[in-house]
């Protein structure tokens, strides 16, 4: 069974940092893309950034310049590096992959940043 497991969360103030990780437990086979997605309260989920297995990238408009998305294929990990924080960031952050037919979601991680 494949369970992706988040972590790297937390409070942070305005201009700070984070790095979120999600890593892939189980087997897992011709994944397709990895990416981050996050939901504040009263949003709906967002797509935050994406890699696809080649390494290219995709990523909001609203994080552009800050955020880098990565990951470490021995691992099973993909990351998000979050630089210049905003209030406007806070939201429960979310890691999917999908590989095939099929996509598997964390469970969230919390990031709250303070002005």
């Known amino acids: 069974q494949v369970q992706l497991v988040e972590s790297g969360g937390g409070l942070v103030q305005a201009g700070g940092s984070l790095r979120l990780s999600c890593a892939a437990s189980?087997?897992?086979?011709?994944?397709?893309?990895m990416g981050w997605y996050r939901q504040a309260p009263g949003n709906q989920r967002e797509l935050v950034a994406l890699?696809?297995?080649?390494?290219?990238?995709n990523y909001a408009d609203s994080v552009k310049g800050r955020f880098t998305i990565s990951r470490d294929n021995a691992k099973n990990t993909v990351y998000l590096q979050m630089n210049s924080l905003k209030p406007e960031d806070t939201a429960v952050y979310y890691c999917?992959?999908?590989?095939?037919?099929?996509?598997?979601w964390g469970q969230g991680t919390q990031v709250t940043v303070s002005s």
């Open positions: 189980g087997r897992i086979s011709s994944i397709n893309t």
């Open positions: 999917r992959i999908v590989a095939g037919m099929y996509y598997y």
């Open positions: 890699m696809h297995i080649e390494g290219s990238t």
